[in-house]
């Protein structure tokens, strides 16, 4: 079994920064890619920054500038530094990754993770 673990997060002035981590473990063949999504209240689930395999990296026009996500591929860790954060960055922020996992000693299966979710809230 494959879980995300997540932390970071909290309450954070505008203008202030937080980080954000995540941790994949269990029977892990590979990963292909790892991001963060965020959910706002009465909003749709949306894609904040993602990495895949070889670095490429992608970003929401909302965060470009201000977000960097980086991966450790040894350690099946992703961060997301979040730097000059506005009222509008408020929402829970979840982890999210592609993975590869072991089903038996030579046969594995590939599914979409999810972490448990961690609150965000930038207010004065």
């Known amino acids: 079994q494959v879980q995300l673990v997540e932390s970071g997060g909290g309450l954070v002035q505008p203008g202030g920064s937080l980080r954000l981590s995540c941790a994949a473990s269990g029977s892990i063949r590979s990963i292909n890619s790892m991001g963060w999504y965020r959910q706002a209240p009465g909003k749709k689930r949306e894609l904040v920054a993602s990495?895949?395999?070889?670095?490429?990296?992608t970003y929401a026009d909302s965060v470009k500038g201000r977000f960097t996500i980086t991966r450790d591929s040894a350690k099946n860790t992703v961060s997301l530094q979040m730097n000059s954060l506005k009222p509008e960055d408020t929402a829970v922020y979840y982890c999210n990754a592609d993975i590869k996992s072991y089903t038996g000693s030579t046969t594995y299966t590939r599914k979409d993770y999810w972490g448990q979710g961690t609150q965000v809230t930038v207010s004065s």
């Open positions: 990495t895949i395999s070889g670095g490429t990296t």
